[in-house]
């Protein structure tokens, strides 16, 4: 399985982003997935988690702001980042686990090598 992110950048406070992630490997659609996001010197976490019958969980500082989604044909999941703000800016992550559902907090079969996103 091989998961390559995309579509990170660097915009303007209040800008907007479109994260995507390519999931390769399976034999069938993905189970649950999520993103991550790590800044310089802290520790890699939780933005949005999506099962796989689409119920989504996010962390309380994205909630109205990120909305994550997936097209599960396609074997894509995206992450829609709007009103962003400089804290932000982080490395972003994205993940799939062999099991249905995903919460916040629960360990990932699979990572991809991250995408950037600056806002300033």
């Known amino acids: 399985v091989q998961l390559v992110e995309s579509g990170g950048g660097s915009v303007q406070t209040g800008g907007s982003l479109r994260l995507a992630c390519v999931a390769s490997?399976?034999?069938?659609?993905?189970?649950?997935m999520g993103w991550f996001r790590q800044a310089p010197g802290k520790e890699r976490l939780a933005v949005a988690t999506?099962?796989?019958?689409?119920?989504?969980r996010y962390t309380d500082s994205v909630k109205s702001r990120f909305t994550i989604s997936k097209d599960n044909a396609k074997k894509v999941l995206y992450l829609q980042m709007n009103t962003l703000k400089p804290e932000d800016t982080a490395a972003y992550y994205c993940?799939?686990?062999?099991?249905?559902?995903?919460?916040?907090?629960?360990?990932?079969?699979?990572w991809g090598r991250g995408t950037q996103v600056t806002v300033s």
């Open positions: 993940a799939a686990a062999d099991r249905s559902r995903c919460t916040l907090f629960d360990t990932y079969n699979y």
């Open positions: 490997g399976y034999a069938n659609s993905p189970g649950c």
């Open positions: 999506i099962d796989f019958d689409g119920w989504p």
